[in-house]
């Protein structure tokens, strides 16, 4: 019963590989985010997406490709992997509006380019 | 955009005493959501405790409680009788009522317990 899940929770992978990340929420939200943290803990928004639609996209190399299949899933695509992709990256869900609710995270994802 | 200021990267507390952790954010909105959320070694982001900006009370779980100043523009954590499992990264974070689907952090604060 994992509200937010992500696979796979490791990834090694070579310089100039595609890869991607899953995510699933069962809360029934309608947002769900992606996040990369670096080795200095700093949380970065990348992407939001509301309801299957892109709403924030922070600036990030278009390397990253988003997609929303269904507002229960969202996936991260990441072309032609570099060294400083290397991270966690965390995916979180949370109801917009007329709720008080936080963000739930999922267990990260931690990359390594190498 | 909104702005959250964690201004002590590191912290160390003794076990069993008290420590606080400080919060600071930059908005113009009268209505929105603060919280403190802890990602301890396993790297899962767990809430710790929120508050609604309506609110006048300070928000209060168990050991954990917050110190919100709505004109100062600040929401510190304070942890009661802190235990070795309370060592973690703690994440200031801020939630607008209007654009209710942006969440701002702060750059976090590491909280070391000496045994």
């Known amino acids: 019963d994992t509200a937010v899940s992500q696979t796979p929770k490791y990834l090694v992978t070579q310089m100039g590989n595609d890869k991607s990340i899953k995510c699933e929420q069962n809360?029934?939200?309608?947002?769900m985010y992606w996040y990369k943290q670096d080795s200095k803990k700093f949380l970065k928004i990348m992407f939001s997406?509301?309801?299957?639609?892109?709403?924030i996209n922070e600036t990030v190399p278009n390397r990253f490709s988003p997609k929303s299949p269904d507002k229960a899933h969202l996936n991260l695509h990441i072309n032609s992997l570099e060294l400083g992709d290397s991270a966690v990256y965390f995916c979180?869900?949370?109801?917009?509006?007329?709720?008080?609710?936080?963000?739930?995270f999922g267990p990260g994802t931690r990359l390594t380019v190498l | 955009a909104q702005t959250v200021t964690q201004s002590q990267p590191e912290m160390s507390v003794q076990e069993a005493e008290t420590v606080t952790l400080s919060c600071t954010y930059d908005?113009?909105?009268?209505?929105?959501?603060l919280f403190w959320y802890k990602q301890p070694p396993s790297r899962q982001m767990i809430l710790v405790i929120r508050q609604e900006a309506y609110k006048q009370q300070n928000a209060t779980e168990n050991r954990f409680s917050v110190n919100f100043q709505k004109a100062a523009k600040s929401f510190s954590l304070k942890i009661s009788d802190s235990q070795l499992g309370d060592a973690a990264m703690y994440f200031c974070?801020?939630?607008?009522?209007?654009?209710?689907?942006?969440?701002?952090f702060g750059t976090g604060t590491s909280l070391t317990v000496i045994p």
């Open positions: 908005t113009s909105e009268s209505d929105y959501y």
């Open positions: 979180a869900s949370s109801q917009e509006s007329g709720s008080r609710d936080e963000q739930f």
């Open positions: 997406y509301n309801n299957k639609e892109l709403i």
């Open positions: 809360l029934g939200h309608d947002t």
């Open positions: 974070a801020y939630r607008s009522d209007l654009t209710g689907n942006q969440f701002y």
